[in-house]
């Protein structure tokens, strides 16, 4: 158990719905980071959150959004879902800002569009 | 845009052989990083280097960063089947404060 939570673990929905996936990062870590992982891209950048402000954005769709509450747990919202946002969605997080002090990961949420 | 690409993309190779797997990029970086990510589960953090030139060693393990911070080797000797999973090389994105990720190697060590 890396302390990074995620839910849901697997996630089927259809294209066009809405789905939220949730992140409760490690005990005391201020920093969120949102990714995606499909075969073909690899691991890619969405979104970052610090203490509840965002702090980088990086190839994030408009139909995404993300958000960290005051107890630091983050959300990210996906709409008007496509077969192409099928995918594997992983949450990070960090004690502090900066990359030199490494991520821990949660085990992911797997979304299925169909 | 900063790059990392990994090599191979592929390795599949029996218990007790070595081997070593390659991060590289045209762009420098302050530090890199080094995960194991096993199927179902997320990465997990290995290693961070961040001097040019600077090795580190995890057991059967030895990470190098190359003198100009632009890339980086993992090599693994005598390799177990517990070493099977995916290996990624990250490095920071500069100015967005994240990490970038390469697409990784996947290494099978079969019995």
């Known amino acids: 158990d890396s302390g990074v939570t995620q839910t849901p673990k697997h996630l089927i929905t259809a294209t066009g719905q809405r789905v939220t996936l949730r992140c409760s990062p490690r005990s005391g870590d201020l920093s969120v980071y949102w990714y995606q992982q499909s075969l073909d891209q690899g691991l890619q950048f969405l979104i970052q959150?610090?203490?509840?402000?965002?702090?980088a954005k990086g190839n994030i769709l408009e139909r995404f959004s993300a958000q960290q509450f005051p107890d630091l747990h983050s959300e990210l919202n996906l709409s008007s879902l496509e077969l192409g946002d099928s995918a594997l969605y992983f949450c990070?997080?960090?004690?502090?800002?900066?990359?030199?002090?490494?991520?821990?990961f949660g085990s992911g949420t797997r979304l299925t569009v169909v | 845009t900063q790059l990392l690409e990994q090599s191979p993309q592929f390795l599949s190779i029996q218990e007790g052989e070595n081997l070593t797997v390659y991060c590289n990029s045209s762009s420098v970086f302050s530090s890199l990083q080094w995960y194991r990510q096993e199927p179902g589960e997320g990465p997990v953090l290995l290693v961070t280097v961040v001097t040019g030139g600077e090795v580190k060693k995890l057991k059967r393990l030895t990470f190098q960063f190359g003198d100009a911070r632009k890339d980086s080797s993992l090599h693994i000797t005598a390799a177990q089947p517990g070493d099977t999973g995916l290996y990624l090389c990250?490095?920071?994105?500069?100015?967005?404060?994240?990490?970038?990720f390469g697409k990784g190697t996947k290494l099978s060590v079969k019995p």
């Open positions: 990070a997080s960090s004690a502090r800002q900066g990359v030199h002090y490494g991520y821990t």
């Open positions: 990250a490095g920071d994105g500069g100015s967005q404060g994240n990490l970038i």
């Open positions: 959150y610090y203490n509840g402000e965002e702090r």
